[in-house]
């Protein structure tokens, strides 16, 4: 139940990325990470209202869920989309650390079925979410002008 919490928010991979950045230097690790993270959890939130999958505790309430308090739909997995989208985006800082990473984004997301509150499909595809942003966001912020354009004459 511990790694659960943990995934709530993309709280662990936040501070992990704050760590990181203060160790580094490199304030731009936080920002890309947090922007990352939390544009995975709410396209997830998104994707949770037209789709509107009751959690396997609703449909089935025996056995009762281990991890209580939890509302909303079902799929996708927020917190794997977090997990993931933290995990890979970074091993752009940390490529020699990524078993580690991976591991921690698989621990969470699989906390997610044994506590009663997803499915795996609905961990699946947050997975796959996640990988999806952490891939499509650096690309997208790459793509931004860097400097704004100089303001016309007069």
């Known amino acids: 139940m511990a790694l659960s919490r943990l995934g709530y928010g993309g709280a662990i991979w936040i501070l992990i990325a704050v760590a990181l950045a203060l160790i580094t230097r490199r304030p731009v690790i936080a920002a890309l990470s947090a922007a990352t993270i939390w544009s995975a959890d709410l396209i997830a939130l998104a994707i949770k209202v037209p789709v509107d999958r009751p ?15 939890v509302r909303g739909d079902s799929f996708p997995s927020a917190h794997a989309a977090t997990s993931f989208a933290a995990a890979v985006l970074l091993t752009r800082w940390l490529p020699g650390r990524w078993p580690i990473l991976f591991v921690l984004a698989l621990a969470i997301a699989y906390s997610r079925v044994y506590v009663g509150v997803h499915y795996p499909g609905d961990v699946l ?5 996640g990988t999806a942003v952490a891939i499509a966001l650096p690309r ?15």
């Open 140 to 154: 997208l912020v790459g793509a931004l002008p860097r400097r704004l354009p100089a303001p016309p004459p007069g």
């Open 125 to 129: 595809a947050g997975a796959v979410l």
């Open 55 to 69: 959690r396997p505790f609703v449909v089935e309430p025996q056995p009762a869920p281990l991890f209580l308090g």
